[in-house]
């Protein structure tokens, strides 16, 4: 065991220990592999490289602060390609607390306390993307962990607080093991892309953008699917989505399964399955699953955003089942409180957006049908409230706007399910209510074949 005190760490709360941490880390994989022992105390860090076969343990009481300044964390490095496909957080990797880049067998658990502590910066890439994009100003600070192309990671049993940009970010992994974190975090919480074999289980998340974001981006200059995905037995609030499928969608999702989870006050889609890059969303498994207070509980879309090569085509999604799901209120009734996603939102005295509930929403497009979905024991008490004009609503095409339910509109002709451009939609002991008088019909349906409702 490398305990980093004979390292030189002090953990006082305010001298720099990171590179007392890493002489540990270093000594620990020079050694071919070992346990780097974080003892109780306040260990103020900037970025830490992990070493194949070496595990950190962060004992109880055991604290990293993440460094107020951002200039004790690796620069953000060169990406001039991959960055052209997906939005800055996913194109960089050095900037973090914990940083891998090919390592084998390695660890971050133990019963310690990861806190960003909230640092936001004031960065300006000039150079970065190209219209809009070019020469925004970053707010984001560094990440909590970001491993790239890493083979046998667990990440266990931490406490993980105010990270002011992706929370775990875990990039062409495979056997990747995510379990028991407890996430309080201003952006996304956990981040799995273009990954295979991995496992999220029984962790806490509470996030002002998305909780849980399966992604299948382009940030490692080439294709690869999201594939052999489980998460199971988590609990999701968010400002933004809870548990999510993109948006970067460039390669596949393949054999998901999410299951036994819960989601609660959630300001925008509860379940999202979308491609809007291309990919491939093929076998996915909901189940088990209940959603309280969530503006859009259930949401699957076909967009052509293509942000991706030349040539990227649009994407399809086939064989979705969802099952043994229950939505429910009560429900804010006008706005949803909200956590500071950015530096401006966080020195703000008002956190609110408005509170917008759609049906379970569903939309292919003409040249890509989403085909093969079922929908079984479903229990949907929606708020309700729409009036006799909400009857005749058109809801338009999205092909390339940000993908999104209330891209399409804020208001649905239906007050369960809204359906289009679907072959195969199958609904079995599906039950729809409201809280409020509703004058709409319970399901619409558009370009829909193979329907049957049992």
């Not at 490398?2 to 760490?9: C, L, M």
């Not at 940083?99 to 300006?124: C, F, P, R, V």
């Not at 401006?344 to 408005?354: C, F, G, Q, R």
Request: proline share 4%.
């Amino acid at each position: 065991m490398f305990n980093i005190k004979d390292y030189g760490a002090v953990g006082d709360g305010s001298t720099l220990d990171s590179h007392a941490i890493q002489i540990a880390i270093d000594a620990a994989g020079g050694a071919g592999g070992g346990t780097v022992y974080i003892p109780e105390g306040k260990y103020l860090c900037g970025t830490m490289h992990m070493r194949s076969n070496v595990h950190v343990w962060l004992d109880k009481g055991a604290t990293i602060l993440g460094s107020k300044d951002h200039t004790d964390f690796d620069p953000y490095e060169d990406n001039p390609s991959n960055a052209l496909y997906q939005d800055r957080s996913h194109s960089y990797f050095h900037h973090s607390l914990f940083h891998a880049d090919g390592a084998n067998d390695i660890a971050i658990t133990g019963y310690g306390k990861i806190d960003m502590q909230s640092a936001w910066e004031d960065l300006e890439f000039t150079e970065f993307g190209d219209g809009e994009e070019k020469g925004v100003k970053w707010c984001r600070g560094a990440k909590a962990i970001a491993f790239k192309e890493c083979t046998n990671v667990v990440i266990r049993d931490l406490v993980i607080r105010h990270v002011t940009d992706l929370a775990v970010y875990v990039a062409g992994c495979e056997n990747v093991t995510i379990s028991g974190l407890n996430i309080f975090t201003h952006v996304d919480g956990i981040s799995p892309d273009s990954c295979k074999n991995v496992t999220i289980s029984d962790c806490i998340v509470d996030s002002g953008d998305d909780a849980i974001v399966p992604k299948c981006s382009y940030t490692l200059g080439r294709f690869k699917a999201m594939e052999n995905l489980t998460i199971s037995n988590c609990t999701c609030r968010s400002s933004a989505s809870a548990i999510k499928f993109g948006t970067e969608s460039n390669s596949a999702y393949i054999n998901t399964t999410v299951t036994g989870c819960t989601v609660y006050d959630t300001g925008l889609e509860g379940i999202f399955i979308m491609t809007s890059d291309g990919a491939r969303v093929e076998g996915l498994s909901i189940s088990n699953v209940t959603l309280k207070n969530v503006a859009q509980p259930i949401a699957i879309i076909v967009t052509d955003r293509a942000r991706g090569p030349e040539g990227t085509k649009v994407g399809s999604i086939s064989n979705v089942a969802i099952s043994n799901v229950i939505i429910t209120g009560p429900y804010w009734d006008e706005v949803v409180e909200t956590m500071a996603q950015n530096s401006a939102d966080y020195y703000s005295n008002s956190l609110t957006k408005p509170f917008i509930p759609m049906p379970i929403f569903i939309s292919g497009l003409e040249d890509s049908v989403i085909r093969n979905l079922s929908l079984s024991n479903v229990i949907f008490d929606a708020p309700g409230g729409g009036r006799e004009e909400d009857r005749s609503v058109f809801i338009p095409e999205v092909r390339t706007e940000y993908p999104m339910v209330l891209s399409y509109a804020s208001v649905a002709p239906a007050y369960g399910m809204y359906a289009r451009f679907v072959d195969g939609l199958r609904l079995y002991n599906v039950a729809f209510s409201t809280v409020k008088p509703d004058a709409r019909e319970p399901i619409v349906l558009e370009r829909v074949t193979g329907y049957k409702m049992v």
